[in-house]
């Protein structure tokens, strides 16, 4: 395949960071085993920070971001996939040191692809699987593993920081369509009547979870959170867990450091459980894309794109979303 195709690449002299989109050859991308032509990707967090001169994200230049892509084979050298196949791969080096999502056509390791998944009563398509992307992976993959240690639906409310960003409204969505009483933390006065559209039974402010004071514990008011805040917020959030639940956490928005004491863990049973989607095995990773076409998958999911744009929005809209304004998923259609 010699033909020129577009992808967004990110390119760095001195310390300034280019962004453009450019027309490239096969040949720019890495030799891997599944050529895929890209239809749909998303932007992340991370996505973000990809783009920043010092966003820790990308180490070598020129470089081709998108931590999560959706398409079609196009070659395979691999028996696992066939020309034709419909595919998601997202994570593990994807974005981050080996070319991404924001291209016509992506080279990517078979050990690192998943059929899209399927079913009699759901299923995906390749637009829903980008819409969810890794935000909404990490949302299930966070109820899957508040699930393992013993969450259920009669155990009280379960309260979601960060409510109206990517993991967050998808964390509420879900949680709401599996029966769980939900309670969404938000910043955005705004966006009181969008939570609770997507099933939320109350919306409470930041402040309300951590008003600048951190006591050692506090009023038990939630079973569990699904915490991509971080930072003091989730001190302040572990010290009003009930005894015996879990925070799931997976983000640090609010910042990395979290000025915690033994007491929520030593005196109330409380689980601080680590949600890492890079690396989740592929076994485990099926099973949430599994759970993702069919119990997880949100109601409505169109509604949350924040909005969808083309390869060639990306120079001006990739940077925004560390601004934190965004609702819901910035969708990427890779062919428009
Ligand atoms: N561990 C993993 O595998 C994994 C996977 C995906 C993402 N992440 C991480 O999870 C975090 C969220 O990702 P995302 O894609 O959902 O990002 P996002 O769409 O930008 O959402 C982040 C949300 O955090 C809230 N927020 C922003 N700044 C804040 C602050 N200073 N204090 C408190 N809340 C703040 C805002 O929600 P409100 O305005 O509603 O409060 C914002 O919408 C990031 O840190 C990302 O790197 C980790």
Do not use: C
């Not at 059929?115 to 990490?138: D, H, N, R, V």
């Not at 933390?185 to 402010?205: M, R, Y």
């Not at 302040?236 to 640090?252: H, M, R, T």
């Not at 890079?278 to 109601?299: A, E």
């Amino acid at each position: 395949m010699s033909e020129l195709f577009k992808a967004f690449v990110i390119d760095k002299s001195d310390s300034n960071v280019q962004l453009e989109v450019q027309e490239i050859t096969k040949d720019f991308l890495p030799d891997a085993d599944v050529l895929i032509k890209v239809h749909y990707s998303g932007i992340n967090y991370k996505d973000g920070l990809a783009s920043q001169s010092n966003g820790k994200i990308v180490s070598t230049y020129p470089f081709i971001p998108g931590v999560d892509l959706a398409g079609q084979v196009v070659q395979s050298k691999d028996r696992r996939f066939e020309k034709g196949d419909y595919v998601i791969a997202t994570s593990y080096d994807i974005g981050v040191s080996h070319y991404g999502g924001y291209s016509e056509y992506a080279s990517i390791p078979a050990d690192w692809i998943l059929p899209l998944p399927k079913s009699l009563s759901s299923g995906l398509t390749l637009k829903e699987s980008m819409i969810l992307g890794t935000a909404g992976f990490t949302s299930a993959l966070s109820i899957q593993r508040l699930e393992e240690h013993g969450l259920s639906i009669d155990d009280g409310p379960v309260v979601v920081t960060g409510a109206t960003g990517g993991v967050g409204s998808l964390a509420v969505a879900m949680l709401a369509k599996r029966g769980y009483e939900v309670i969404a933390s938000t910043g955005k006065e705004s966006e009181h009547d969008f939570l609770k559209s997507l099933g939320a039974s109350k919306v409470i402010s930041r402040e309300e979870l951590y008003d600048g004071t951190l006591k050692s514990l506090a009023s038990q008011r939630w079973a569990a959170a699904i915490d991509p805040v971080g930072g003091k917020p989730l001190a302040s959030l572990l010290s009003q867990i009930k005894s015996g639940g879990s925070v799931a956490v997976s983000g640090l928005t609010a910042g990395g450091s979290v000025p915690t004491t033994v007491y929520p863990f030593i005196l109330r049973g409380v689980n601080l459980l680590g949600i890492d989607s890079v690396f989740t095995p592929m076994s485990v990773r099926k099973q949430i894309w599994h759970r993702l076409s069919t119990d997880l998958k949100p109601n409505n999911i169109d509604s949350f794109i924040a909005k969808e744009i083309r390869l060639d929005d990306l120079p001006t809209t990739l940077p925004n979303i560390l601004d934190g304004n965004i609702r819901g998923r910035v969708l990427i259609n890779v062919n428009s």
